[in-house]
C-alpha cells in the first residue's frame, strides 16, 4: 500500500487554509444524523468531543477512568507553547514550526508541524476564554516561561498545573455538552476492539469496567485518542492506567503502527528508589530554566558521595562538573530533552552518579535562589519543589534535587495522514496516540499544544471531509460484524481467566519492562535488540502459559484489566524492538550505540532513512510488514542538530 | 517495617462489606502508601485470594483518583493525596484501617472503589464558560490582575478527589462545588453566567444527595490541594445574589 500523507499542495503557509476551504463540508442540519465516537478523554479527546458536539455531530466519549476529567494530560506540569509572540523577542508560526522540526531531529512532516504551529496561536485564545487561569504579569497579560529546545519564550503556563488547567477546560466544554445532550460519556469503560464494516472503521466494542458487560456501539467515525504507550516499560512517568490497548487493538484491525521505537525518555525525574517502585514522577522541564545540573568532577569524589563520607554542599566550585553547560554554552540546561537525558546517563556510565544506585545528577537552585531570594524561586516553583520533598524526605531549597531520566512519551503511535486518519478509513488518531508531529523527539509543552490542536481545530474540519462523502445511514450493533468482535473479546477474557498460572500480571509486566529499558531505552544496539527480541517471545509464551488472573469477568476486576493490557505491550514491545532494529541510525530518542558522531552525538542518515516507518500486521506470530512513507523537506533544510 | 491492615472489603455495591485482617511485612519508608498495598495485593494474588480494588491512576497527586479513607481521615494523617502519602508517616508495628469515602452521593462499587459520577453531574450543571471552538478575543485581549488570575487559579487546583465530602460528617459538596463557582466568578470570562451558574450547580448539588454545610472546616483541613473555604463563603454571596435577582430555576 502506497501510503498518502495528503499534504495539501502550495506554499508551506498556505496548505493548511487552503486545505480548510478544499474540504467537503457537512450542512449544518445533516451533522446531527452522524454519530462519533471518541476514545479517551484527555486533551485531544475532551477537545474533540466538545468541538464536535458543538457542531452539531452526536458524540459518545468513553474512557476507563472513573470520570472523563482524570485522563493522564492533567498530569502535565510545565506549561504550552504557542507563537503568540507576546514578549516582542522574535517569535513567530515559522520559528515555532522550525524549532519542532529541528527538535524532532527531521523525522517529522512539514506540513503537519506548520498547521501545529498555525493553530497554536487560537489554541491559548480558546482556553483563555474557557476560563482557563494562565499565570500573569502584574499589568494582567500573560506571563511566558522558556522550555528547552527554543531561545524564545513562548510557553504558557498555570503553576506547574497546565496540564490540569488546560484539561478541565477541555472538560468544562465537555461536560456543557453532556448537559446538551450532545455528548453521551460512558466512565470506567475500556474499548477491547475496533469493529469495521465494508473496509471502514463503524464502531467499537467495549466492556464496562464495574460489571463486565462486554457492549458494541456503533457510529460513522471513530477517534481514538488514547494517548501514548510508555508503559510499556513498567516504569514510566505515565499513569499506571495509561496503555496501549486501543492503538494496538486497531492495529490489528488494519491501522498501521509509525515509528514505534520513538521514545522520550525525560531528563528530570526523581530517580528509582527501589524495587517497590510503581511509577516515576517527572519533574517540570520548566525547572531547567533556573537549576543547573551537574554532577562531580571525578568518579572519586562521586564515590565519597555515594558512601556518605561527604555532603553534597560541601564539594567545592571547582570540582562541580556542569556538564550541559560546559558542553553545550548557546542552550545550556535547556538542551531538548533527549540531548540532556543521553548526557545525565553518559556521566552516570562514567561512574559519576550521585545517590546510592549511582544513577542520578544534580539539578541546583542554589545560584537561583542566591540571584533572585527564595521568594522567587518558591513563587515560581513551589509546587514542584513540595511534591519532590514529599516522596524524597529531602528539601530542595537547602540541598539540590536528584534527577535522572525515566520514559515519558511516546513520539510514535498510528500512522494518520494529514486529515488524522489512519490507514482505516474512518478511524482517527488524535494526540499522543498518533505519530504525526513531534518526528524523533518532542519539544518541552508541545504534547498539550499538539492535542488541543488535533481536538479543537484540525479534527472538526477534516472529519467533515470525510463523513460528507459517507452516508449517513446507520448501522445496527447487531449487525454480524459487531457480534463476530464481541465473541473474540469474550473468548479472549475467557482464556486470560483459564490459565490459572502461577505468576501475576505485574510479575510479567516488570520484566518486559525491564527489557524495554535495559536494549530499547535510552542506547539500542544490534546486539542487545536481537537479543531483547528473543527474550519477550519468550516471555510473551510464559505469559499465555502461566499467567494467574484472579476473579471472573462480571465484576470489577483489575487484575483481569491489567492482564488485558499487559498480553498487549508483550505484542507491542516486539514491534518496538523490531522497528529500532531496522533505523540504523540515529535520532532524536532513537539512539543507536553504533550511529554516533565522534562526540557521542545521533547521527542521523538523512539519505536512507528520511522516512516514516510505518508497521502493517500481517497475523498472529507473523513478523510485520515495514511500510515507508518519505519525509521530504522543502522549506528546512536538513542539518546536523546543534545546541552548541 | 511490619504492619497490621484493617482493610474494607465489599464484593460490590449489594454486599454489605466488612472489615478484613492483614499482616504485612518488609515496609521500606520511601514506599508510597499505594505501593504499599501493591505489596499487599502481590501477596493475595500469589496465593490466589482477591487483590484489594482502590482507585488510582496518575500516582503523582494531580488525577484525583485515589480516595482511601486512613486511620479516621481522608487521605490518611497528611494534607496530601493517598499516593503521595508515603510510608515514612507510619511506624512499625503500626495498625492502619483503611476504608472507602463514606457518603451516601458515593455509593461503594467494590471494596474501597466508589462512584463520583455526582460529582460529574455537578460540573455539567454550570460549571464552565459556554462558549464554543472558535470565534473568541485574543488572550490578551481582556487584561486580568495578577491577584485576581491568582485566586482563580487557587480555586481552580481542585482535582476533584472528593476528600472534602468524605471528611464533612454531613457528606458536603460545598468545598467542591464553591471552587468551580469561584474561580468562573473571579474572572471576566465567567461573568456573563455568573447567577445561572451558582443557582444551577447549587441545585444540582442538592439533587445528588450531598448534605448541608455546618462550617466545621473539616473539608478545607482535609483538602490535599488547600481549596480554602473562602471559596465557600463567596459562593454563598453568589449563591443569595443570584437567587434574590433571578427568575430561574
Ligand atoms: S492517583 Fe492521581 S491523585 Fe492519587
Known amino acids: ?644 | 517495617m511490619n504492619l497490621t491492615l484493617k482493610v474494607w472489603r465489599q464484593k460490590n455495591t449489594a454486599d454489605q462489606g466488612g472489615f478484613k485482617e492483614y499482616k504485612i511485612s518488609g515496609i521500606s519508608e520511601d514506599m508510597s502508601f499505594l505501593e504499599m498495598l501493591d505489596v499487599l495485593n502481590e501477596d493475595l494474588s500469589t496465593k490466589g485470594e482477591d487483590p484489594v480494588h482502590f482507585d488510582h491512576d496518575c500516582r503523582e497527586g494531580i488525577c484525583g483518583m485515589c480516595s482511601l479513607y486512613i486511620d479516621g481521615k481522608p487521605h490518611g494523617p497528611q494534607q496530601t493525596t493517598t499516593c503521595q502519602l508515603h510510608m515514612r508517616s507510619f511506624s512499625d508495628g503500626d495498625v492502619i484501617t483503611i476504608e472507602p469515602w463514606r457518603a451516601k452521593a458515593f455509593p461503594v462499587l467494590k471494596d474501597l472503589v466508589v462512584n463520583r459520577s455526582a460529582f460529574d453531574r455537578i460540573i455539567q450543571a454550570g460549571g464552565y464558560v459556554s462558549v464554543n471552538t472558535g470565534g473568541v478575543p485574543d488572550a490578551n485581549e481582556i487584561p486580568i490582575p495578577k491577584s485576581i488570575a491568582d485566586l482563580a487559579m487557587d480555586a481552580a487546583q481542585c482535582i476533584g478527589c472528593g476528600a472534602c465530602v468524605a471528611a464533612c460528617k454531613n457528606a458536603s459538596a460545598m468545598l467542591f462545588t464553591s471552587a468551580k463557582i469561584s474561580q468562573l466568578a473571579l474572572l471576566p470570562q465567567g461573568q456573563v453566567e455568573r447567577k445561572i451558574r451558582a443557582e444551577k450547580m447549587v441545585a444540582q448539588m442538592d439533587a445528588e444527595g450531598f448534605g448541608a454545610c455546618t462550617n466545621t472546616g473539616a473539608c478545607e483541613a482535609e483538602c490535599p490541594k488547600g481549596i480554602s473555604i473562602t471559596n465557600i463563603a463567596r459562593m454563598n454571596r453568589e449563591y443569595f445574589s443570584a437567587v434574590v435577582s433571578s427568575d430561574s430555576v
Open chain 1, 1 to 644: 500500500m502506497i501510503l498518502d500523507s495528503k499534504i495539501p499542495e502550495g506554499p508551506l503557509a498556505e496548505k493548511w487554509t487552503n486545505h480548510k476551504f478544499n474540504v467537503k463540508l457537512v450542512n449544518p442540519a445533516n451533522k446531527r444524523k452522524y454519530d462519533v465516537i471518541v476514545v479517551g478523554t484527555g486533551l485531544a479527546g475532551a477537545s474533540a468531543a466538545a468541538s464536535l458536539a458543538e457542531l452539531g455531530y452526536n458524540v459518545k466519549a468513553f474512557c476507563f477512568q472513573d470520570s472523563p476529567r482524570r485522563a493522564h494530560s492533567i498530569a502535565a506540569q510545565g506549561g504550552i507553547n504557542a507563537a503568540k509572540n507576546y514578549q516582542n523577542d522574535g517569535d513567530s508560526v515559522y520559528r515555532l514550526f522550525y524549532d519542532t522540526i529541528k527538535g524532532g531531529d527531521y523525522r517529522a512532516r512539514e506540513g503537519n508541524v506548520y498547521r501545529l504551529a498555525q493553530v497554536s496561536v487560537n489554541i491559548i485564545d480558546q482556553c483563555v476564554a474557557q476560563g482557563v487561569p494562565f499565570a500573569r504579569e502584574y499589568g494582567g497579560l500573560l506571563a511566558n516561561r522558556s522550555f528547552g529546545g527554543a531561545q524564545v519564550s513562548r510557553t504558557f503556563y498555570a503553576k506547574g498545573q497546565t496540564g490540569q488547567q488546560l484539561l478541565l477546560g477541555a472538560y468544562s466544554a465537555l461536560s456543557r455538552q453532556v448537559a446538551n445532550g450532545k455528548v453521551k460519556l460512558y466512565p470506567r469503560t475500556e474499548m477491547m476492539d475496533v469493529v469495521t464494516v465494508d473496509g471502514k472503521a463503524r464502531g467499537i466494542v467495549t466492556r464496562n469496567l464495574v460489571t463486565g458487560a462486554i457492549e458494541s456501539h456503533s457510529a460513522h467515525a471513530v477517534l481514538l485518542c488514547t494517548g501514548g504507550y510508555g508503559n510499556v516499560f513498567f516504569l514510566s512517568t505515565n499513569a499506571m492506567g495509561s496503555n496501549v490497548t486501543a492503538a494496538w487493538r486497531a492495529h490489528k484491525k488494519g491501522a498501521y503502527f509509525a515509528n514505534p521505537s520513538f521514545t522520550q525518555i525525560h531528563p528530570t525525574c526523581i530517580p528509582v528508589s527501589g524495587d517497590h517502585q510503581s511509577k516515576l514522577t517527572l519533574m517540570s522541564e520548566s525547572l531547567r530554566n533556573d537549576g543547573r545540573v551537574w554532577v562531580p568532577a571525578t568518579k572519586e569524589i562521586s564515590e565519597k558521595l555515594r558512601k556518605g563520607q561527604i555532603k553534597v554542599n560541601d564539594i567545592k566550585e571547582e570540582d562541580r562538573d556542569y556538564f550541559l553547560e560546559r558542553k553545550y554554552p548557546s542552550f545550556g540546561n535547556l538542551v531538548p530533552r533527549d540531548v540532556a537525558s543521553r548526557n545525565a546517563k553518559y556521566v552516570c556510565d562514567e561512574g559519576r552518579g550521585v545517590n546510592e544506585t549511582g544513577e542520578a545528577v544534580f539539578l541546583d537552585f542554589r545560584d537561583a535562589i542566591k540571584r533572585d531570594g527564595e521568594d522567587t524561586i518558591k513563587a515560581k516553583y513551589g509546587n514542584l519543589f513540595d511534591m519532590y520533598q514529599q516522596i524524597t524526605g529531602d528539601n530542595p531549597y537547602q540541598v539540590p534535587m536528584m534527577i535522572y531520566p525515566a520514559v515519558h512519551y511516546t513520539m510514535g503511535g498510528l500512522w494518520v495522514d494529514y486529515n488524522l486518519m489512519t490507514t482505516i478509513p474512518g478511524l482517527y488518531a488524535l494526540g499522543e496516540a498518533n505519530f504525526s508531529d513531534h518526528g524523533a523527539n518532542r519539544l518541552g509543552a508541545s504534547a498539550l499544544m499538539q492535542g488541543l490542536a488535533d481536538g479543537y481545530f484540525v479534527i472538526p474540519y477534516t472529519i467533515g471531509d470525510y463523513l460528507a462523502q459517507n452516508s449517513n445511514e446507520r448501522i445496527s450493533p447487531d449487525h454480524p460484524e459487531f457480534k463476530k468482535a464481541e465473541v473474540e473479546v469474550s473468548e479472549r477474557i475467557e482464556k486470560l481467566l483459564s490459565i490459572k498460572g502461577e505468576k501475576t500480571v505485574d510479575f510479567f509486566h516488570k520484566k518486559l519492562g525491564k527489557i524495554m529499558w535495559d536494549y530499547c531505552g535510552m542506547a539500542r544496539s544490534e546486539e542487545g535488540l536481537t537479543k531483547a527480541k528473543a527474550m519477550i517471545k519468550e516471555l510473551k509464551k510464559e505469559f499465555w502459559s502461566n499467567v494467574n488472573v484472579l476473579g471472573g469477568n462480571e465484576e470489577l476486576n483489575q487484575s483481569l484489566e491489567k492482564a488485558n493490557r499487559v498480553a498487549d505491550f508483550l505484542e507491542l514491545g516486539e514491534l518496538m524492538v523490531d522497528d529500532a532494529l531496522s533505523r540504523n541510525e540515529s535520532c532524536g530518542g532513537h539512539f543507536r550505540e553504533e550511529y554516533q558522531t565522534p562526540e557521542g552525538e545521533a547521527l542521523r542518515d538523512d539519505e536512507n532513512f528520511a522516512f516514516v516507518s510505518a508497521w502493517k500486521f500481517l497475523g498472529e506470530g507473523q513478523e510485520e510488514e515495514l511500510n515507508k512513507e518519505p519525509l521530504e523537506f522543502e522549506n528546512v533544510k536538513l542539518t546536523q542538530r546543534s545546541y552548541k
